[in-house]
C-alpha cells in the first residue's frame, strides 16, 4: 500500500472557474474584461456601438385598428391600437379634448375611464402597457410592477411632448364633410385611442421597442369613416370606408444607452466607462447611468433616394434627451450618441417605408 507524500515547494492549484459561472459570481467584472479588449467586445458580441437587429411587422392583430409586433433581439413586444367614439355632450368645451398637456392624470389612472365609456379629458390617447407572465425571470406572475407603471407613464409623456398624432384626424364633425371644414363647422365627438403594448419576451431596451412598436400601430392604423346624423343625433361609423391616423410629419424615435464604469487601470487608457448602444437586461442591470435620446426624422423626396436609404434623403434633429443617474456622461459621450440615435433613426423609417409598401 503506498502513500501520497506531498512534494516540497509544490503550489496548489490555482482557483479557476467556468465563464458561465464568472458571470454569475462576478458580473461587473466579467463585463469589464470584455471591454478590456482589443477591440472591445460585449459578452453578446456586439461592439459598444452596435445595436441589435430588429425586424417589424404591422397589421397582424385581425381584431384592432392598427398594430405592430417589433423584436430587437430577444426584446419582442406586440401593440394594438383600438379606436372608441367619444361623444362631445352639450355645454362641453372640445378645445379640452385637444390639448396634451390639459390633464395631469397619469396613463394608469386615464386607463380606468374605460369602463366609463371613453377617456377623460385631455386624454384622447391612452398607451397602457403590460408584462406578459414568462416574459422575463424577474417579473413573476402577479398584478402590474413598477416598471409597466413606469413605462405606460414614460410613453404617455413622449406620446404629450412629441404631439405625435395629429388631432384633426381623431375629430368627427357634423354633416358630411363634402363642404369642408368652414367657420360654424362643429365638433360632435373624437376618436379616443388606446394603445395597449404588450411585453411578450424582454431581454433589456424595452423603451425603444415599444415607443417603435407604437409608431408602427398608430402609422398602420385605419379607423372606420365617423359622421353625424342630424336626425337621430347620434354617430354612425360606415364598415365599409376607413381613414388613416395623421401623425406628424417628422416622425421621432428613441435611442437609449447605458454607461457601465471601467476599473481604474492603465490597460484602458485612462477611460473611467464605457457607453452601449441599445443594452441587453444583463447590461442595463450593471448601468450606473441610463442616457436616452429622442430624435426625429423624415425623408425628403426632392434630395432623398428611397432605394439608398438610410444614407441619402433624411433630415433628422435632437429634440430631447434624458439622463438618469450619475454624472460620468459629457458632452463628448453625448455627441458621439446623437450621431449613432440619428443613424438608427434612420433605420426605423427604413423599415417602416418597406413595411408601407408590403401590400396587406
Known amino acids: 500500500m503506498s502513500t501520497l507524500t506531498p512534494q516540497v515547494g509544490s503550489q496548489p492549484p490555482p482557483l479557476t472557474f467556468s465563464t458561465s459561472l464568472f458571470r454569475q459570481i462576478s458580473p461587473a467584472l466579467y463585463l469589464q474584461r470584455h471591454f478590456l479588449r482589443s477591440p472591445p467586445t ?5 461592439s459598444p456601438s452596435q445595436c441589435r437587429d430588429f425586424t417589424l411587422t404591422t397589421n397582424s392583430l385581425s381584431h384592432a385598428h392598427g398594430s405592430a409586433v417589433v423584436r430587437a433581439g430577444d426584446t419582442a413586444v406586440v401593440c ?25 392624470t397619469s396613463a394608469t389612472h386615464a386607463c380606468g375611464s374605460r369602463g366609463a365609456g371613453g377617456a377623460s379629458w385631455g386624454g384622447l390617447i391612452v398607451p397602457n402597457v403590460e408584462l406578459s407572465t414568462g416574459c422575463s425571470k424577474k417579473y413573476p406572475l402577479g398584478p402590474p410592477g413598477g416598471l409597466a407603471q413606469t413605462l405606460s407613464d414614460q410613453l404617455h409623456e413622449l406620446i404629450n411632448v412629441t404631439k405625435l398624432v395629429s388631432l384633426d384626424s381623431l375629430r368627427i364633425y357634423d354633416g358630411d364633410g363634402d363642404g369642408g371644414i368652414t367657420s360654424t363647422t362643429k365638433i360632435k365627438g373624437y376618436w379616443s385611442l388606446y394603445v395597449d403594448v404588450l411585453c411578450i419576451s424582454l431581454d433589456g431596451n424595452i423603451l425603444d421597442a415599444a415607443w417603435y412598436a407604437i409608431v408602427a400601430a398608430l402609422k398602420s392604423s385605419r379607423l372606420p369613416l365617423a359622421s353625424w346624423n342630424q336626425t337621430e343625433e347620434r354617430i354612425f361609423c360606415d364598415a365599409s370606408l376607413y381613414h388613416p391616423i395623421s401623425l406628424r410629419q417628422s416622425l421621432p424615435f428613441t435611442t437609449t444607452f447605458a454607461l457601465i464604469p471601467l476599473p481604474h487601470s492603465e490597460d484602458n487608457g485612462g477611460e473611467t466607462a464605457v457607453l452601449l448602444n441599445d443594452p441587453d437586461s444583463y447590461e442595463e442591470d450593471e448601468a450606473c447611468e441610463i442616457l436616452t435620446i429622442l430624435s426625429t426624422t423624415d425623408f425628403d423626396p426632392v434630395r432623398g433616394d428611397l432605394s439608398r436609404l438610410p444614407s441619402t434623403g433624411l433630415r433628422t434633429r435632437v429634440e430631447k434627451i434624458e439622463k438618469r443617474g450619475g454624472w460620468k456622461v459629457g458632452l463628448t459621450q453625448i455627441e458621439s450618441c446623437t450621431h449613432l440615435a440619428a443613424s438608427k433613426a434612420a433605420r426605423y ?9 408590403t401590400p396587406v
Open 80 to 104: 394594438g391600437i383600438r379606436g372608441e367614439i367619444l361623444t362631445v355632450a352639450p355645454g362641453d368645451d372640445p378645445s379640452r379634448f385637444e390639448s396634451y398637456h390639459s390633464s395631469p
Open 42 to 46: 460585449r459578452p453578446n458580441g456586439r
Open 349 to 357: 423609417i427604413q423599415s417602416l417605408t418597406k413595411e408601407q409598401l
